[in-house]
């Protein structure tokens, strides 16, 4: 995700329909982990595993352009692991491709091609989810389906002091910069390595003065308390129409 | 009589490096004073808050409200006083402002069909009824002050401890926050080196310097004595 200091990215994704995050996460998660079990080579599986997304996407107004953006965008670091497969060794029952001066392995095409439809699916759901419901929402609903607080309580805090973070290394930057700092050779490390350092205990004595004000609030340990309240018709209907269109996807004689 | 709001008795503490934080500190705000606790960076005063709420615990004796912060009465102390510190990135660390604003009561216990109703009220009084479903990230610090004060309004806290809450703030946003503070019925206990604040909202004024307290006395007498301020880095 890209950062904007004075964006707000907890909101910009509205929470549409007004359904709750319980629902999206276990629609859009379970039509990840449908895809990831699809058995290799079934291609007309995976593609209305596909059409599924874009059904879905339309049915909770996902805004289709910013989720593809991001999907791009994140392509890159799990493209890369797919890359490598086909250069793999030929094995028994294998067959060799010509790709020009290259031999690639076809299993083992297959495979990456199977494993990049794969990722992008599970990534187009997740940037899905993400802009359809606020991160707020999202943790809060993990944690209302049972996610591990701790898991969710890190989440939280990751994201809420990530910007904290950026922006003491930013003044940090701007202050050392105005002090004539290059920064472009080698013997200037020993700086950067005394910046991060002095990142770290800064980041330390914030998390002790964090919890001096949660303690002080009554705070004694353990998962936070959210509220919740039981899922409406609309939003059963929504878990129990995934559910169902998913398996019967995989039903489906192909 | 009743018991007073705050009172420290000869309270020393050792950070663990060694250095003294505070030496022999005695204390006494009664029930609905306003005083300010005045005094150079690095005189103690920081430390001596977090006394009042056992985050720090040490020789000598500190009660509130005749309770003694002991282990055993931490979640009692812990709702009587509240404390907002410095810096409100650090008292802010929840997804939403409500969740924030929530913390505290639901710690405390608060049903969930009351929370709406007091988060509603705190953010109300401190003039931020619209700010509820907003990241505490996007606030202005002037806002974040007055969100971080709501957090521990809606404990129903008796004593309000506050740690330079007009620092960094601009002009106007000091003038809300002196405004809403003047509006408190709460006892208060005012860390800071504003003068000013101390003048138009402390009837007393308590002047700490290297982990004691040297002065104390009426704001009106002890702030005309330009000598005793300047002795303590305050002019």
């Known amino acids: 995700m890209h950062f904007t200091p004075g964006h707000d990215h907890y909101h910009e994704a509205l929470e549409t329909g007004g359904l709750d995050a319980r629902a999206k996460i276990v629609a859009w998660l379970g039509l990840a982990i449908a895809g990831v079990l699809t058995p290799w080579g079934q291609w007309p599986v995976l593609g209305a595993y596909g059409a599924c997304w874009l059904l879905l996407c339309l049915a909770l107004a ?17 493209l890369l692991l797919a890359v490598l497969l086909p250069f793999r060794p ?9 790709l020009g001066p290259l031999t690639l392995s076809a299993a083992g095409s297959e495979l990456a091609l199977d494993m990049a439809a794969k990722a992008t699916l599970s990534v187009a759901c997740v940037a899905a989810l993400a802009s359809t419901e606020s991160l707020a929402g999202v943790t809060r609903g993990m944690q209302r389906l049972g996610a591990p607080a701790l898991f969710v309580t890190l989440m939280n805090f990751t994201f809420r002091y990530l910007l904290v973070l950026r922006e003491e290394t930013q003044r940090m930057k701007r202050a050392r910069d105005a002090r004539a700092f290059g920064g472009r050779w080698l013997w200037h490390a020993r700086v950067v390595g005394l910046m991060i350092g002095s990142l770290f205990l800064r980041s330390i ?11 002080s609030r009554g705070y004694s340990g353990g998962a936070f308390a959210v509220s ?10 929504l878990i129990a129409s995934c559910l169902l269109l998913f398996v019967v996807v995989r039903l489906l004689p192909l | 009589m009743t018991a007073p709001a705050i009172s420290v008795k000869n309270l020393s503490f050792r950070y663990p490096d060694g250095v003294p934080a505070l030496e022999g500190v005695s204390l006494r705000v009664a029930q609905g004073e306003r005083v300010a606790l005045l005094g150079a960076n690095g005189a103690g005063k920081s430390t001596l808050m977090l006394h009042l709420n056992g985050l720090h615990e040490s020789r000598g004796e500190v009660e509130i409200l005749g309770v003694p912060v002991l282990r055993r009465n931490l979640k009692l102390v812990r709702q009587r006083v509240g404390l907002v510190f410095q810096n409100p990135d650090d008292q802010l660390f929840c997804p939403t402002v409500f969740e924030d604003v929530a913390f505290g009561p639901r710690n405390l216990g608060l049903p969930e069909s009351r929370m709406e109703e007091v988060v509603t009220h705190a953010l109300a009084q401190v003039g931020l009824p619209q700010a509820a479903q907003r990241s505490p990230l996007h606030l202005s610090i002037g806002e974040k002050k007055r969100a ?6 809606a404990m129903e806290a008796e004593i309000l401890c506050l740690d330079e809450p007009t620092a960094g703030l601009d002009p106007r946003g000091r003038r809300e926050l002196m405004d809403l503070l003047k509006a408190l019925s709460q006892t208060l206990l005012v860390v800071t080196h504003d003068l000013e604040l101390a003048r ?20 009106s007498d002890l702030l005309g004595r330009q000598e005793l301020l300047l002795e303590h880095g305050l002019a």
Do not use: N, Y
């Not at chain 1, 030929?90 to 010509?98: I, K, M, R, S, T």
């Not at chain 2, 971080?148 to 309004?153: D, G, N």
């Not at chain 2, 002047?207 to 104390?216: C, L, S, Y």
């Open chain 1, 90 to 98: 030929l094995e028994p029952g294998d067959h060799a491709l010509a």
């Open chain 1, 62 to 78: 996902a805004p289709l352009l910013k989720v593809l953006r991001r999907v791009i965008a994140a392509s890159p670091f799990f």
């Open chain 1, 228 to 237: 919740s309240r039981a899922l409406s018709g609309a939003e059963w209907l």
């Open chain 1, 205 to 215: 004595e914030r998390a002790e003065r964090v919890h001096q004000a949660m303690a």
């Open chain 2, 200 to 219: 138009s909202l402390c009837s007393r004024c308590v002047i700490m310097a290297r982990g004691k307290v040297v002065a104390e006395g009426e704001t």
């Open chain 2, 148 to 153: 971080a004060m709501a957090t521990v309004l």
